[in-house]
């Protein structure tokens, strides 16, 4: 079946700092996949998707690629603020109207 | 409402009792989704209605948990004779047309005592 594994947390970073977050997944066919993130106290958010190989998704200075050869979707972003600090989930969705298959989160703590 | 609503926000009750969770999701979206957080298990789908239909309930853990969908619009997620791993977060999530990503409501944060 379908799985997405990424990196646990937490993740403790620098304001300015250079943030990755490893995502991969197994799938068979072409998932779409997305990160969500959740703010502290707040429900999830779509951040960026890709639905299509080497497609990049970008928002709010995040980045990701989607690498079909490698089987990633890894988030990025330059340079962090401290109110990037939220719980970051990768997610694959294996067809159009599928449920989506979360990894476990990672929380990001970005302190001043 | 422009986004997902669910009801209760917060729900504290006994062991045994059951409960009935409520989400309206975004108005002409066909597509909703139940899904449940906690610390153990982390983010887990739980059914999907597509309409008054549900063509996927592969992630309903025990049948103490069933759910329906009325007017293809409003469902309600009930649990029956709630257990203490039944405490999480129930989160609720539609969707319009294909290939566009959920929409997610704040979820009840439901707590067995």
């Known amino acids: 079946g379908n799985s997405v594994t990424q990196m646990e947390g937490p993740v403790t970073l620098s304001e300015e700092a250079f943030l990755t977050i490893n995502c991969t997944y197994t799938a068979t066919g072409y998932p779409s996949l997305f990160w969500y993130v959740q703010y502290p106290g707040e429900g999830l958010q779509l951040l960026l998707k890709?639905?299509?190989?080497?497609d990049k998704g970008s928002n709010k200075g995040f980045e990701a690629t989607y690498r079909k050869e490698t089987t990633s979707f890894h988030l990025e972003k330059g340079s962090v603020q401290v109110s990037d600090s939220a719980v970051y989930f990768c997610?694959?969705?294996?067809?159009?109207?599928?449920?989506?298959?979360f990894g476990a989160g990672t929380q990001v703590v970005v302190t001043p | 409402g422009a986004g997902v609503s669910q009801s209760p926000s917060n729900k504290v009750t006994e062991k045994g009792k059951d409960v009935e969770l409520r989400c309206d999701p975004i108005?002409?979206?066909?597509?909703l989704y139940w899904y449940r957080q906690s610390l153990g298990q982390g983010l887990e789908f739980l059914i999907y209605?597509?309409?008054?239909?549900?063509?996927?309930k592969s992630g309903l853990p025990s049948d103490r948990f069933s759910a329906e969908r009325t007017g293809g619009s409003v469902s309600t997620l009930t649990i029956q004779r709630t257990q203490q791993e039944d405490s999480a977060v129930y989160l609720c999530?539609?969707?319009?047309?294909?290939?566009?990503?959920?929409?997610f409501g704040d979820g009840t944060r439901l707590s067995i005592l």
């Open positions: 997610a694959l969705r294996g067809d159009s109207w599928g449920k989506l298959q």
């Open positions: 999530a539609s969707l319009g047309q294909d290939n566009q990503p959920q929409h």
């Open positions: 890709a639905t299509k190989a080497d």
């Open positions: 209605f597509q309409g008054n239909s549900a063509p996927d």
């Open positions: 108005s002409g979206h066909t597509a």
